[in-house]
């Protein structure tokens, strides 16, 4: 949009007696602070950087970028009046567009949602003027009315007279003589005619009842779209018959195209086949009672909380190294799977899930690997429910998709766990949005997929359009999966703690009276579309809650969130039960502590609502090599089971421990010692040995070739116990070593757009405005000299001496003035200032357009002009 069109001055006669804007800057400048505020609310891309006056902001408002932007973001319903608009007259008319969308039989649905819906069109600044002479901004117009490269979605082709405008004169004529109208004299009042025969509706009934049933059949094959057809040389006669009366007109050599006209008398006026103007109910698909709701959602979060904890601590001594490309590779993705025994995809969710955290990261050394952060034994350390809030917290602000993983990128390339390339900037709006959806619902009820799918459709028609398999359908379908797993909802429904965490208000209870005779009931079929549990009809301020709600999650608290599922999550058990068969049952979480210690002396060999360890020679030999003693584990055992050690726990213990460190291995490469050496000598005599190479040194003492590990692991499987000694002979206690990344911050989420301004931002962005536009409109004294004015947009040009001259004769006189300046960094601006000291080469005034006392070198003042009036 050029410069000089948004500047022109002119103005229409209204039927009130004021004057109509002929430009988008103008219509701006009739607006309050609140809309130029609500403006820029709505659109945030405009205010960086924020506009020198009205006039950039106009012309900014009109970039392709920033329209599409807003385009993207209107509803089905507001972005339906727009594409109204683009195939309406320039400009329209308010009746003219209402019957564009209801058609000639009216609809009172649409009737009552279009004022809130142009009101909201005209707030973004995307229409503009009264409602006599509505205009689409320019851009917008070139976006979304019809073409042959660009098809609208209205199905509308060109009109007659654009369509026209390349046909020759003589087939014009011969067009209007076989519709029944008088010949004209040139090509564009023949146009005119044919577009008056096509809107006018009784002359096209009596020539459509003309029509051979075949044409009237190729009309309605084309009467919603695409308007466009393939002819041949030879055209069929219903073709042929049509084409001669215009009601086909030829798009190209081999296309004809039905005009827009026609098509709109065939459509009884319509531009869209099916209006919505009002969103689509979410569905409820069950009921639950809310206690199981939250029972449910709180045992998976317990859940979610063990099989992080089990992920982590795999990787406790370091995990799977980092691909060259980063992330992690299939094969260690797949024995991660296996281990937690989950499918891959929800192995991959809890590892994003972790590195989304910052507990998981790669450790940077030369060999680069995954292992837990320092952050982790923190988060490890902190309550189980404020574990799980934060959790939550993350994933719901996360815009890494963990859904991407395993499909491929804009080159062909695997996208990886844990790689790059997984952010996708829309996935917490979608989030906050599909769980505020399933919010609105009443307690315990669980979402229709289906209905919720269709409700995203609605509120973003542009980005999610009608395939069920673009990314926003497929992320809010990978966000019921992931809320499920992690437990903020249990059985499909929203849980009290994740309402607390979303800052989602409490759900009202179902009205008793809504029925078949409620009024949406009564609504036409396509237009019954209920607006929350209760089935009635939204207030005019819905539109702006449901475009408001993706952002809730701002107004909730990972704090209220834990405090409500604390109660929910089971206590701590500080014991198990000891039964005879070698195992031991949790029948709940463990503390920290006991649980720890547990895991070193046995296996878990089963998990569930209760842990089964099994107690095996190998884990009560892994306790030993930790440093712990018979009698530790015997006094360990008897503290924390409620049942009686049972005899063959308690000889199993003995009998390792007996064994335990009665061989030694040290480093020679290696050797063996042994107080008995009849042991020794069996180990030479077994077959099991030959790989060891060992040979007897003394009566007590073998020596190795392998290195102490070897030898240690090599015994083991012979069935000994051997302890690994230092060079001073002390048993060497052998624990896990726990391996830490440096410290990481987590990774940071992509912005989907610039951020929304708060109210501070906004007003001093108007205020700045409104003063740089002040300065732009302020009427100046004309020159002496024509030549000496400057044209619009440019700077004012004087001489040194007349700047000084100026600005001297204004500080005496207190009067104001305007001037060109240009920065140290090159930019240029006008200003209006009132000077009040011009000494040293520097003028101090006050600056109307910064609304401050500023100092301006004069060498950097590029000219001067008086003000014809003074604007303080």
Not at 92 to 109: E, I, R
Not at 532 to 559: C, I
Request: net charge negative.
């Amino acid at each position: 949009m050029a410069t000089g069109e948004l500047d022109r001055e002119a103005h229409v006669p209204q039927e009130n007696g004021g004057t109509a804007p002929r430009t988008l800057a103008e219509s701006l400048r009739g607006r309050g602070d609140e809309g130029l505020a609500a403006l820029l609310r709505a659109r945030p891309d405009l205010l960086t950087p924020v506009p020198g006056d009205l006039t950039q902001l106009a012309t900014r408002a009109g970039t392709r970028g920033s329209v599409v932007r807003a385009l993207e973001r209107l509803d089905a319903f507001a972005l339906q009046v727009a594409q109204a608009l683009a195939v309406a007259p320039d400009p329209a008319p308010y009746d003219v567009l209402l019957g564009l969308l209801t058609g000639d039989d009216g609809d009172p649905v649409i009737a009552g949602a279009l004022p809130d819906t142009l009101a909201r069109l005209r707030e973004q600044a995307l229409v503009w003027g009264p409602d006599d002479r509505l205009r689409l901004v320019r851009t917008a117009r070139e976006l979304l009315a019809p073409s042959p490269q660009h098809p609208s979605a209205t199905g509308l082709g060109p009109t007659a007279a654009e369509t026209a405008a390349g046909m020759s004169p003589t087939r014009l004529q011969e067009i209007l003589a076989a519709a029944g109208l008088r010949g004209t004299h040139d090509p564009v009042s023949a146009a005119s005619a044919l577009t008056g025969l096509f809107t006018d509706r009784e002359r096209m009934g009596r020539l459509l009842d003309e029509a051979p049933p075949e044409a009237l059949s190729v009309l309605d094959r084309l009467v919603w779209g695409p308007p466009y057809g393939e002819v041949t040389a030879n055209p069929t006669p219903p073709v042929r018959w049509l084409r001669d009366r215009g009601l086909l007109l030829p798009a190209s050599p081999r296309t004809v195209v039905l005009p827009r006209e026609v098509a709109l008398h065939l459509r009884a006026g319509r531009a869209h086949r099916l209006p919505e103007p009002l969103p689509p109910a979410v569905g409820v698909q069950r009921d639950h009672r809310p206690q199981v709701v939250d029972s449910t959602a709180a045992g998976q979060a317990h859940t979610a909380l063990a099989t992080l904890e089990e992920l982590l601590k795999a990787w406790n001594e370091g995990g799977p190294a980092v691909l060259r490309a980063g992330g992690l590779a299939v094969r260690d993705l797949k024995r991660v799977a296996t281990a937690l025994d989950l499918t891959e995809q929800n192995a991959a969710f809890w590892l994003e899930l972790a590195f989304g955290a910052g507990l998981l990261a790669s450790d940077g050394e030369a060999d680069e690997r995954y292992a837990p952060t320092p952050e982790y034994d923190e988060w490890a350390a902190r309550p189980a429910a404020e574990r799980w809030a934060s959790l939550a917290a993350t994933w719901l602000a996360a815009t890494r998709t963990p859904g991407l993983i395993g499909g491929q990128d804009a080159k062909g390339r695997t996208l990886s766990a844990l790689g790059p390339d997984l952010d996708r900037a829309a996935a917490p709006e979608v989030r906050a949005r599909v769980l505020a959806l399933i919010g609105s619902l009443p307690a315990g009820a669980s979402a229709d997929p289906d209905t919720v799918l269709a409700r995203l459709r609605w509120e973003r028609p542009l980005r999610t359009g009608a395939p069920a398999g673009d990314l926003r359908s497929r992320i809010a379908a990978w966000t019921l999966a992931e809320a499920e797993l992690l437990g903020v909802t249990g059985r499909g429904a929203l849980s009290g703690h994740a309402r607390a965490l979303l800052g989602l208000p409490a759900p009202q209870p179902e009205d008793p009276d809504d029925d078949a005779d409620s009024p949406s009931a009564r609504l036409p079929v396509h237009h019954r579309r209920a607006q929350d549990a209760t089935g009635k009809l939204p207030a005019p301020a819905r539109h702006q809650a449901d475009r408001d709600a993706a952002t809730a999650a701002a107004h909730g608290s990972p704090v209220l969130a834990a405090r409500a599922l604390a109660p929910l999550l089971p206590e701590p058990l500080d014991h198990v039960l000891l039964q005879a068969d070698l195992t031991a049952v949790a029948p709940g979480p463990l503390e920290r502590p006991l649980a720890e210690a547990l895991s070193v002396l046995a296996d878990v060999e089963s998990k569930g609502g209760a842990t089964v360890y099994r107690f095996t020679p190998a884990s009560v030999r892994r306790a030993l090599d930790a440093g712990q003693s018979a009698a530790g584990l015997h006094d360990f055992l008897r503290t924390h089971s409620r049942t009686p050690v049972p005899q063959p726990l308690a000889y199993l213990i003995d009998d390792v421990a007996r064994k335990h460190g009665h061989l030694r291995i040290g480093a020679a490469s290696a050797y063996v010692r042994c107080d008995d050496d009849t042991v020794l000598g069996e180990i030479l005599a077994d077959k099991r040995a030959l790989s060891l190479r060992l040979r007897r040194l003394a009566p007590t003492v073998l020596a190795a070739q392998s290195d102490p590990k070897t030898l240690l692991d090599g015994l083991r499987s012979m069935g000994y116990a051997p302890a690994a000694e230092s060079a001073d002979g002390d048993v060497l206690v052998t624990r896990a070593r726990a391996h830490r990344t440096p410290a990481r911050t987590a990774p940071a989420p992509v912005p989907d757009g610039p951020p929304a301004p708060d109210d501070t931002l906004l007003g001093a962005a108007v205020k700045a405005v409104r003063a740089g536009d002040a300065a732009a409109t302020a009427v100046r004294k004309e020159p002496a000299e024509e030549s000496a004015a400057p044209r619009d947009g440019e700077l004012p040009r004087t001489s040194p001496a007349e700047t000084l001259a100026t600005v001297q004769a204004a500080a005496l006189t207190g009067s104001a003035v305007w001037i060109g300046y240009v920065n140290a960094e090159g930019a240029a601006s006008q200003r209006v200032i009132a000077p009040v000291r011009v000494e040293g080469g520097f003028v101090t005034g006050y600056d109307h357009t910064a609304d401050e006392v500023r100092t301006y070198p004069l060498h950097r003042i590029t000219g001067v002009a008086e003000l014809a009036d003074d604007p303080a």
